[in-house]
């Protein structure tokens, strides 16, 4: 069963096709990695998934239903869930309160509470439940956005560049942590890291120019020609 | 009076009012379109403009020609540069962040206001007006269906209201020339487009910055200085011309010179005909609550587009 | 200790001072403290907008006189007994704010300052075209007879303080109890990050809008307790002076903090009642701190407090 499929999907910004005729489709339960050179219109397009961006024209199906025109808040609500590729925690807000914020969409009253402890021992961030978000490194604030995604226990997930800023023993635990999850949500993960796709993701979707360029297996698209031109020849 | 040269009163009033505000507006709207922050204290450089013609007028004795022709020359260059002064030691400071400049301007306009009325006091004052004839006007009725002239009474307007609207003219095409053909209008226009970009070519942005500040505080007082023969100058008497500049900058695009001068050719001009028919509590009720839902459904499109 | 100890000690210590000074303050202080707690209020009703959801409004004397004026015209041209006009005013308050909210949430940053500012300003060119029954400029006094509410006669000094101290208190206590609430936590991850709180589901605008009804209606039912404990009625407190000062108070105390509407009211007051006496011109002193808050503590005074003391500091 398709769990997201986009249709003719199109972003147009001034003139230019940032997003052009895309057709997608996420079945449930799949690890899907989403690559491409910059500027190749990942985050437009995600963007047009959880309603960050109107398309300029196509339709995005949810579930079976038609959500082209339902406000952003309206699709998380229907369980997804998207983390963002700047970091976009609450400063002034302590961690577990972050996490909480997200976890509360779902849950009440101790369940939170539960929620908040579960979601950042699965990210490693457990013993920094009352430090202020914004004290927090970089990388550490990346693993708190995932854990915000975690906590709000979306059917799908939606991932912009997690990795980017960890360390290398963060990103094998974040590698860890994807194959964990895959049993129980959808994932769909924007990455440049390539080690890390090839090692999560069953099925990869490469955007190039705001088209879709291949899709496949990480075997298949490693051996594409037409990829390794666009994209792993330039180093990504 | 018959409507019809009421109407024709209310329009050569409203000129002098279309006249006064597009200069003061036009300072708003430089200020805003190059350096993207709102001057709330603008109205006080304004009202700064008409006390100091004032007392520029009253040191100089003579012909009340020669004390008001100073002022016109002086009082514009002494707001502009205490603008100015103002932009360095704090806008600047503050980088210019649009929420905290509001704030940081309200306080200025304050600071003015309040200081004015220790010293100037809170009595309103006249500046005699370097020439004042009256200028009786006539008006064409049909009797019988045959074209007929007269003279109603009352209609009638003064060589200084002409020369309001005259000087205001001038001035406008001077401002439009600068910011078109001259170097200095080319750096503006460059700082507005991108001011990265314009530091990046060693423009000395936070110089321009000053420049434009003190010039746009520069137009009010003008404004001032011409319209205080008029309207007596009065410590408070800041409040109008900033309500009225900001409709005007929002009604005619904010930034956008040309639509400025238009909106406050529309306004004034209005201003003096609704007066005819409502009481100008009321148009005045009427125009804020226009900008408010202009800026409401309309507000990429008036509040200027951000910049990528 | 922890926490919450902290934090009601450190409040209901507040309470607890003020309720004790009702008894001792000489007069003149003692009015002067009525009043402030009065504005206090206005300045938490403010807060809830500016320091915890980050919306900035130069409009709130409208919901400070719908207030006012909802229980003013109620009580004078309807002949209302204070509690139903009470009720009047903070319906009045919640009614405009509701609508204000509806059109101003529409824009951001600069554009909603100057709609809300533009809105204010309507509304008191409204109070003074409606002149004939609101008396304009000059206003109109309540009658002692006419400020009785359930048998407590408001123009007595002590009862007034107390009723001040009951509307301080009451609003005190329902922004801490608020910011403890998942409620309040959703304003402040609006504050910090709108977007974000939308990608966690959150539906923003709803919030923001009840933000700016609770923030209204506090501030409406300062604007009529006002009226009812001075017993005047006037346009100034629609002008847009009455909209600057909540925000100065505010930036003064320490926008998004409990305390800070108290503190900053307390300060400004007692340096604007000071400086009246030397000079006419006391609006001054108002512009110099605003400027000098701007340049040098955006923070505010319990801000300060919060950063380099307390950081649980609510």
């Keep these: 069963m398709m769990l997201m499929s986009t249709r003719g999907l199109t972003r147009q910004f001034a003139g230019l096709h940032a997003v052009e005729d895309v057709d997608f489709d996420l079945p449930q339960g ?11 219109g990942k985050t437009t397009f995600v963007g047009m998934l959880c309603g960050r961006i109107a398309p300029t024209s196509g339709t995005v199906v949810f579930d079976g239903q038609d959500i082209s025109r339902l406000a952003a808040h309206k699709r998380i609500n229907l369980g997804m869930a998207y983390t963002f590729q700047i970091t976009s925690v609450f400063a002034n807000l302590s961690v577990a309160e972050n996490v909480a914020l997200a976890a509360r969409r779902r849950r009440h009253g101790g369940a939170v509470q539960d929620a908040v402890v579960r979601a950042l021992q ?5 013993d920094r439940l009352a430090q202020n978000a ?15 995604g975690l906590a709000q226990h979306p059917r799908l997930l939606i991932l912009d560049e997690p990795t980017q800023g960890l360390t290398d023993s963060e990103i094998a635990a974040f590698k860890a942590l994807v194959r964990g999850l895959a049993d129980t949500t959808t994932i769909l993960l924007i990455e440049h890291n390539m080690s890390v796709v090839m090692e999560t993701a069953d099925v990869i979707t490469v955007l190039n120019s705001g088209r879709v360029l291949a899709e496949g297996s990480p075997q298949a698209i490693h051996a594409d020609p037409a990829v390794q031109r666009a994209y792993l020849g330039t180093g990504g | 009076m018959d409507i019809g040269p009421y109407l024709l009163l209310a329009s050569l009033e409203g000129a002098v009012t279309a006249a006064v505000l597009a200069l003061t507006a036009v300072g708003l709207s430089l200020v805003f379109g190059v350096m993207r922050v709102v001057n709330v204290a603008h109205g006080e450089f304004f009202m ?57 301007t309200i306080g200025i306009l304050y600071i003015i206001q309040q200081v004015t009325l220790m010293t100037y006091g809170p009595d309103a004052r006249p500046v005699e007006p370097p020439f004042n004839t009256r200028l009786a006007l006539p008006w064409i009725e049909f009797v019988d269906g045959k074209p007929h002239i007269y003279w109603p009474w009352g209609l009638s307007t003064t060589t200084y209201k002409l020369g309001v609207i005259a000087a205001a003219v001038l001035v406008l095409i001077g401002v439009w020339l600068v910011m078109a053909k001259s170097r200095i209008g080319l750096i503006m ?9 314009a530091l990046a070519f060693g423009i000395p942005v936070e110089r321009v910055y000053a420049l434009v500040f003190g010039l746009g505080a520069a137009l009010a007082a003008l404004a001032a200085v011409l319209i205080v023969p008029i309207q007596q100058a009065h410590y408070l008497m800041g409040g109008d011309p900033l309500l009225l500049s900001f409709i005007v900058v929002i009604i005619g695009g904010l930034g956008s010179l040309p639509g400025t001068v238009v909106a406050a050719i529309l306004i004034g001009l209005s201003d003096g005909i609704i007066s005819v028919f409502f009481s100008p509590t009321l148009a005045k009720i009427l125009a804020t609550l226009l900008v408010a839902l202009v800026l409401v459904f309309r507000p990429q499109g008036l509040f200027g587009v951000r910049r990528a | 200790m922890s926490d919450t100890a902290k934090t009601v000690a450190l409040h209901g210590g507040l309470l607890a001072l003020l309720f004790a000074l009702g008894f001792l303050l000489p007069a003149y202080h003692h009015g002067n403290l009525a009043r402030i707690m009065v504005l206090a209020s206005y300045a938490i009703g403010y807060n809830i907008l500016f320091g915890y959801t980050g919306l900035l409004s130069l409009g709130h004397a409208l919901f400070f006189a719908a207030g006012m004026y909802g229980m003013g015209l109620a009580v004078q041209y309807l002949g209302l007994s204070p509690g139903p006009a009470l009720t009047a005013g903070l319906v009045a308050g919640a009614i405009v704010a509701g609508a204000v909210g509806l059109l101003a949430l529409r824009t951001a940053g600069v554009a909603f300052m ?51 101290f009951a509307l301080f208190a009451t609003c005190l206590a329902a922004v801490l109890w608020m910011v403890h609430r998942p409620f309040g936590k959703v304003l402040i991850a609006i504050r910090e990050n709108e977007d974000r709180a939308r990608m966690l589901g959150y539906d923003v605008f709803a919030y923001k809008l009840a933000a700016v009804i609770l923030s209204g209606t506090i501030s409406a039912a300062a604007g009529a307790a006002y009226g009812l404990l001075f017993g005047y009625v006037g346009a100034t407190f629609a002008s847009v002076q009455y909209s600057i000062f909540p925000l100065l108070w505010v930036l003064l105390g320490g926008a998004g903090t409990v305390l800070g509407p108290f503190i900053g009211t307390l300060f400004m007051f007692y340096l604007i ?23 040098f503590a955006p923070q505010g005074l319990a801000g300060e407090l919060r950063k380099r003391i307390w950081r649980g500091l609510p």
Excluded: C
């Excluded at chain 1, 914004?134 to 995932?146: A, F, N, T, V």
């Design chain 3, 273 to 295: 009642d000071l400086s009246s006496g030397i000079t006419t011109a006391y609006m001054l002193i108002a512009g110099v701190v605003l400027v000098l808050l701007t340049l």
């Design chain 1, 134 to 148: 914004g004290d927090l490194s970089y990388g550490h604030q990346r693993l708190l956005e995932i854990a915000m």
């Design chain 3, 114 to 164: 100057i709609v809300t500012l533009m809105f204010a300003q309507a509304g008191y060119l409204t109070v003074l075209y409606f002149g004939a029954f609101t008396r304009g400029d000059e206003g109109f006094v309540l009658q002692q007879a006419q400020r009785v509410l359930w048998g407590i006669d408001l123009s007595d000094p002590v009862h007034r303080y107390f009723a001040a």
């Design chain 2, 189 to 197: 226009r460059a700082t507005q487009l991108d001011r990265d970009m």
């Design chain 1, 30 to 40: 799949q690890v899907r990695a989403l690559i491409g050179p910059n500027g190749a």
């Design chain 1, 122 to 126: 699965q990210v490693g961030l457990q």
């Design chain 2, 48 to 104: 700064l403009g008409a006390v100091l013609a004032w007392w520029v007028t009253s040191l100089v004795a003579g012909h009340a020609a020669l004390g008001f022709v100073l002022a016109l020359l002086v009082v514009p260059v002494m707001v502009g540069a205490l603008a100015a002064l103002a932009d360095m030691t704090i806008l600047k400071r503050i980088a210019y962040d649009p929420e905290r400049t509001i704030v940081a």
